[in-house]
Each structure stands twice: as structure tokens, then as C-alpha cells.
């Protein structure tokens, strides 16, 4: 039993369904997180009210999972927010579900349930679209993918507040990153909002996300792998402008991450939200911080390794790049076998994740780029591990197809094929193995059919989408990492680029590459800067 609640909750697997299935019962799912506020907050009020419990208990199988160690679940079950409370047939497809709710309202809807299950029966459960249909959409790669999403950028920006829509507002770094180089006042204007209301000036680090349109009412909780994306977004913003706040943002996150949420060894998975947040300086010095998990996990590493390693490149911070790679190689000892990735420790979290291969094959891509070529042949291996095992007639599975209830029908993530093109391109410019970059292509090509549809959330894979119909610059530099010219490369202003260290060539020189097309070599970092004007 929890010990926050009165039910008696049984943990994820067959078990509960086939007890389920026996008693004729529909299984109770609870979705929650360690740095959920809300989700302790529904275990202090409803389900530790007694007659709630007892209604469960009689009419339901109870089943609780940590959304951050079962992400497979979490894609199926969750219903927009956490906690997420779904009812369950006992094959698994879904009856009803909702976000938090008070006491009366889980009572009333536990009571209007378990009317339709004795109605209906299984036949009262769905399947969603995306695992009754699992087929992408499938279409051509072509500059409209960039261009529909130029729009929808513009369209869908709020002039008032800066960010994207009109009700609660997420950082939405990836699209930040997209405008940063195709509509960089729109999306330096979101960078300000996201600074001005979501950053703990006290204790660093950024907010999930604000209710309000105008930013207001945060969410207070910190994840590791958001502050990760946002951070590398405020560095990326310092690449094109110069601009310290960009900088200093990104510096403050960094210091965040590397003492609240450093475990020793590599980078914890988050830490609570809570009223302790809406203190004063002085009150927090006598109060208790929120709770950090120390879980640490593969992806949100591989996202955190990259940021810092692309601040270290950008400003030559050595806290940012001595931290990023203890992270990796712990990551790569502890979690990484022969290129499988355990999700978390690896006697216990699941392997070959789709994200957690994709986010550390980047931060393995990117260490290749700034710190040593030899994590290359690493990424390799997680690369090849990832397309033999995860690749299913052109597109990418998130996990093994196996498991109770929905786990065993595929799932195809749009954002997370993303990130795994993203990274398969860079591999293959650094390494000139050109058939990572034909899988990158054919991944995104399966979603092109609905290139129309897509909205400014997922404005990622237009970045991808259009590195594949055009190469990105690559900068070939025949020195070492570290020298006047690999940092050079680095600071070119271009976040998108692959920098290549170690290259073919006359040692003390470079070669900007436009389109697979090598310019004749330059010696110097200015001379590098006017060739890379020239050829844009």
C-alpha cells in the first residue's frame, strides 16, 4: 500500500490484469510522477478519504506507475496532464480518464463508471487513434515542410505576451530553436517571457510551464530533461546574438543542474513543485527544498550532455564541459550495453527505449563533435543497435512490442523520430556514413503526408526535415578539439551546423562544406567567419 494513501495499490504488469479479467473488474490506472504537486495532492485528499478507498477497493483493481520509469505507459495512458486517473478494461483499452480531481469528483466518476462497465462490459473500452492506426502518414520531403511551419510560427505567435497560443504556455524550446534561425525576433521574445516568468531567480533552473496566456500561475515543478532543452535554447539564442541574458540564462541553468540536481555521478531526474517556490529568499533559507528524485535516466542525460556540451563550445565555460562528460561516461558504463540504453539502472529500467537511445546517441554525437572523435564510434553502436532493433518498415517503434494490456501494440512518436533523425544526420556528415542519414530521411518522410497539419509544438520536425532536403553547414576542421579553429567552428553563428574535429586536411586548417560542396581551406578563425558569409 502507498503509504500517502488508502488504497492498496498494485504495481505495473500482467498480474492486475488477469486479476481483473477473473473478478470481472475494471482496472483503476493512477499516473503520477515524484514531482507531481498535483498528484500528491490528490493522494492527500482522495484516495485518503476512506469511503473513496473502499469504493475502489469493492468495484476496481487499483494500479499505480511512476510515469518518469514507465514512459511506454505513460504515451498510452496519459490524458494530458498528470496525475492522470484512467479506467481500464482488463485487456487494457481505456473506459475513461481525466486529469486531477477532487474527492467528489473521483466519487461521482467512479460511480458513473462502474454503471457503464456493468452495462457494457469490454465493450465499454477504446482503443486511441495512434495505437488502433498505427500506419503514419507517409508523403515527399520538401521545402514546403519548412515553409508551412514558417507560417504556422507566425500565425500562431502571441503579440502581447510572446510564446505561442492563447491559453496555458509552454517554453516550446524546439520551437524556439526553429525561429532562432528563420524568425529570431519572434523567437527571441519568447526567450525574454520564458526568462521573466519561469526562471527561479533564488534557486535556478526553469518551470514546466504557466497556466495563464499572460504567463501567470506557474507550475513550479523541475525536470531535468525540460531545463536541459530550455537551456541549450537560451545558448543557442547567445550563438546568434552576442547577448549575456541569453548567456547568463543558460550559465544559471547549468549551475542548477549541476548542484541541486547533480547525484554525483551524473544528473537526477527532477525535483518537486510546491508553495516553497512562492517564498521569500529568506523564508526558503529555514524551509525544506522540495524532494529530488535521484533516479538518474538515460534520455534526460543524453539531453543534458548536449546543452552543456554546446554551452561549453559556445563560451568555453569548463564546469559546463567537465560536467557534461562525467555525465556521459556514466551514462555510457552504467546504462549502455553493446548500444542498447537502459532507461534507468540497468537491473531495472527498461532497455532500448526509442528516447532514451535517440537522446543518447546525440549527446554521444555532439561529445564526438566537441570533445573527442572517439565517442563517435560509440554512436555507432547505439545507432546501429537502434536501427536494427527499433526501425519497423521505414519508421521507428518506441519500444518492444510487448508487455500487458496496450504495451504490445506499437507506437510510432512523431517528436522522438525526430530526435533520433536529428542525431542520424549528424552522424553521417561526421563520419560520411551516408546510410544514417537515407534512415533519418525515410523516418521523417513517414509523417510528410501530414506536414499540413502540424502545429508550432512540434516545429522540431521541420528543423529536421529541413537538414535532410538540404545537408546543414559542416565545418571540416583538420585539428584536434580545442584549437583555435575547432572553437571558431563552434562559435559560427549557425546552431544547426556539424562540426567535424580531427578532419582530412593540412593540419591548421578548415574546410566549410555547402551543400557536400568542400571550399578551398582557411587558416585562420577570422578567415573561417568571412568563407562561412560567403557561402550563405
Not at 486511441?128 to 520531403?141: I, V
Not at 534526460?300 to 550532455?305: D, Q
Amino acid at each position: 500500500m502507498d503509504d500517502e494513501t488508502l488504497v492498496e495499490w498494485h504495481e505495473w504488469g500482467p498480474a492486475p490484469f488477469e486479476e481483473a479479467r477473473a473478478a470481472d473488474r475494471p482496472v483503476l490506472l493512477s499516473l503520477t510522477a515524484p514531482w507531481c504537486h498535483w498528484c500528491a495532492r490528490m493522494d492527500e485528499e482522495a484516495y485518503s478519504n476512506p469511503s473513496v478507498a473502499a469504493n475502489i477497493h469493492d468495484d476496481f483493481v487499483p494500479v499505480r506507475v511512476d510515469i518518469d520509469r514507465h514512459p511506454r505507459v505513460r504515451e498510452r495512458y496519459q490524458m494530458g496532464g498528470f496525475p492522470s486517473t484512467v479506467v481500464l478494461t482488463p485487456s487494457g483499452d481505456i473506459v475513461s480518464g481525466a486529469t486531477y480531481m477532487t474527492t467528489e469528483n473521483l466519487r461521482t466518476v467512479l460511480e458513473r463508471v462502474r454503471e457503464v462497465w456493468d452495462e457494457r462490459g469490454e465493450d465499454a473500452g477504446r482503443v486511441p487513434r495512434a495505437l488502433r492506426d498505427p500506419e503514419p502518414p507517409r508523403g515527399h520531403l520538401d521545402g514546403e515542410v519548412e515553409g508551412h511551419m514558417l507560417e504556422q510560427v507566425r500565425s500562431a505567435f502571441d503579440e502581447e505576451y510572446g510564446g505561442w497560443g492563447v491559453d496555458a504556455k509552454f517554453p516550446l524550446p524546439r520551437t524556439v530553436e526553429f525561429a532562432l534561425k528563420r524568425d529570431r525576433d519572434r523567437a527571441l521574445r519568447t526567450l525574454e517571457a520564458v526568462h521573466t516568468h519561469l526562471y527561479d531567480t533564488y534557486g535556478g533552473g526553469f518551470y514546466r510551464y504557466a497556466t495563464g496566456r499572460d504567463w501567470s500561475d506557474p507550475h513550479r515543478e523541475k525536470l531535468l530533461d525540460e531545463n536541459a532543452a530550455v537551456a541549450r535554447a537560451f545558448a543557442n539564442a547567445y550563438l546568434y546574438t552576442g547577448e549575456t541574458t541569453y548567456r547568463d540564462a543558460a550559465l544559471g541553468t547549468r549551475d542548477y543542474l549541476t548542484t541541486t540536481l547533480w547525484s554525483g555521478d551524473a544528473f537526477a531526474g527532477s525535483q518537486a513543485g510546491g508553495d516553497y517556490y512562492t517564498l521569500e529568499a529568506s523564508e526558503r533559507e529555514a524551509a525544506d527544498p522540495p524532494h529530488v528524485d535521484g533516479t538518474v535516466f538515460a534520455d534526460r542525460n543524453g539531453l543534458a550532455v548536449d546543452a552543456l556540451l554546446r554551452l561549453h563550445a559556445y563560451t568555453d565555460d569548463e564546469a559546463a564541459g567537465r560536467y557534461a562528460r562525467r555525465a556521459l561516461d556514466h551514462v555510457r558504463e552504467t546504462l549502455v550495453d553493446d548500444g542498447a540504453v537502459a532507461h534507468y539502472a540497468r537491473s531495472e529500467g527498461e532497455r532500448g527505449l526509442l528516447a532514451d537511445q535517440a537522446r543518447v546517441l546525440g549527446a554521444l554525437v555532439t561529445a564526438g563533435q566537441v570533445l573527442d572523435p572517439d565517442y563517435f564510434e560509440a554512436a555507432r553502436s547505439v545507432a546501429d543497435w537502434t536501427v536494427d532493433r527499433r526501425l519497423d518498415d521505414g519508421t521507428f517503434t518506441d519500444g518492444p512490442q510487448t508487455g500487458p494490456a496496450l504495451l504490445s501494440r506499437p507506437l510510432r512518436p512523431l517528436e522522438t523520430t525526430v530526435e533520433l533523425a536529428d542525431a542520424l544526420v549528424d552522424l553521417s556528415l561526421a563520419t560520411g556514413e551516408e546510410r544514417y542519414r537515407t534512415v533519418a530521411e525515410d523516418a521523417l518522410s513517414a509523417f510528410a503526408g501530414a506536414r499540413h497539419r502540424m502545429g508550432v509544438e512540434v516545429a522540431g520536425y521541420a528543423t529536421a526535415a529541413s537538414r535532410v532536403v538540404r545537408d546543414p553547414l559542416v565545418v571540416r576542421v583538420a585539428d584536434a578539439p580545442g584549437s583555435d579553429l575547432h572553437r571558431a567552428a563552434w562559435r559560427v553563428a549557425d546552431h544547426e551546423k556539424v562540426v567535424v574535429p580531427g578532419a582530412d586536411g593540412e593540419p591548421g586548417t578548415a574546410r566549410v562544406v555547402v551543400d557536400g560542396e568542400a571550399a578551398d581551406p582557411v587558416e585562420t578563425p577570422a578567415e573561417l567567419d568571412r568563407r562561412v558569409r560567403q557561402s550563405s
